[in-house]
Every structure is written in C-alpha cells, then in structure tokens.
C-alpha cells in the first residue's frame, strides 16, 4: 500500500481563527489529493480535488473562500479553514491518489478532528 | 451527490460466523475499492478491483466486481473481534478521478 499522513491529528481553536491541516503522500508523489468531511455516524463527503500546480475544484455547495486548498508540490496539500465556526467542526480527512504502475486508487489520511469553540 | 447503496446497513454477528456485504448502483463503474474504517482514524483501504468479473482475496477478505460492472460485494470469512468497524465501498466511473461512497456498513462482532 501507499502511505499517507494528516497533521494535526486534532485541534481545538477559537470561533474566528484560521486553521491549517496538511496532507502528506510519504511514499508516492500525488498529483491529485482529496478533502472530505465527515459527520458523525456518516459516509464521507467530498468537498475538493486538489491538483498540484493547479486551482482545486470544489464540490457544489462547498464555499472555497472559506476552505482554503493548496496544492504546492507532488507530496503536500493543505486545507485551511478560515474564520472557523463552531458549524465547522467536524473529521477532516484527505486521500491521495495513487497512479503507479497499473492501479488507480486513493490512499487515506488519518484524519484530522477539527472542533471549534 | 450520487452515492452507491451499501447493505446491510449494520451487522451483528458471533465471531467465527461468515460476513457478505455488497454495493449496488445504476450506473457503471470502472474501479470498485472496499474500505474499513476504525473510529477516529480515515478508511484503510482492503481491496481494490479494476476488472468487471475480477474476485480478489486479501486474506480472510474477498471482493468481487461484479460483471455488470454495477456492483460488487465483499465477503469476510471467520470473523473475528478486530473486524469490528464500518466498511465502506467506492466507485470510480470512466473519466472520473472522484470516488462515490456507499453509507457503509457497521459490522459488530460479539465475542
């Protein structure tokens, strides 16, 4: 398998701060990278593509001023969330894709849990 | 957003019993990939399917693409405790890099 990893793994921030999360591919390069949320007790949804070099594309409904996404090199993307609100708390987690050799298939993160007070 | 249907929905089962999920959908996929999913961690990836037809086995773990290319299913032989978790599908169509998901699975095995 490939390996894939979230920092930070938690973090608590007041209503109104800004909050960086970062992906990491540790064994790949990635040219395209995930962020999904996660709900109690739900399956995940999609809220951006993150293509390195490139603006990410964002899901319908998903604001991009307020989930910030870059995608700087081969091995990193970050998600910030900007002027976060207690509405914002939730598990975030990326996935990389991995395009080697003949597979095509997305590695996942560890998950960040992100509550906002 | 689209979305596979995922059953059962929940599993209660007694370890050493036999496991059979599946995720159906309307449309066609290219890729079927089956998750776990532990609380507080992201999906681990088990299997990973590219071939309508394909059975591939990890394990106690087999999955299958099915070839209608509309669904497929996962099967678990002689569960045991560390089973324990949400299982979720995930489909790729042609010309697609996004991932669709099935509600998952929560699989519950009593000792």
């Known amino acids: 398998g490939a390996v894939v990893s979230q920092h930070p793994s938690w973090v608590i921030c007041k209503s109104g701060t800004s909050v960086k999360i970062e992906c990491r591919s540790l064994d790949f390069q990635a040219t395209t990278m995930f962020w999904y949320r996660q709900f109690p007790k739900q399956s995940l949804m999609l809220m951006a593509t993150s293509n390195e070099g490139s603006k990410a594309t964002y899901e319908q409904g998903v604001e991009k001023d307020k989930f910030l996404i870059n995608h700087a090199s081969l091995t990193l993307s970050t998600l910030t969330v900007t002027s976060a609100h207690p509405e914002d708390s939730s598990f975030y987690i990326c996935s990389a894709r991995d395009r080697r050799r003949s597979t095509d298939t997305q590695y996942f993160g560890p998950g960040t849990r992100l509550t906002v007070l | 957003g689209q979305q596979l249907n995922q059953s059962p929905q929940s599993m209660f089962i007694q370890e050493g019993e036999d496991v059979s999920m599946n995720c159906t959908s309307s449309s066609i996929f290219n890729t079927w990939l089956w998750y776990k999913q532990d609380p507080g961690e992201g999906p681990v990836l088990l299997i990973a399917l590219y071939k309508a037809g394909e059975l591939t086995s990890n394990g106690r773990l087999t999955a299958q693409f099915g070839i209608t290319r509309k669904d497929s299913f996962l099967n678990i032989s002689a569960s045991i405790p560390s089973d324990v978790g949400i299982y979720f599908c995930?489909?790729?169509?042609?010309?697609?890099?996004?991932?669709?998901f099935g509600k998952g699975t929560k699989l519950t095995v009593n000792p």
């Open positions: 995930a489909g790729r169509q042609g010309g697609s890099e996004k991932l669709v």
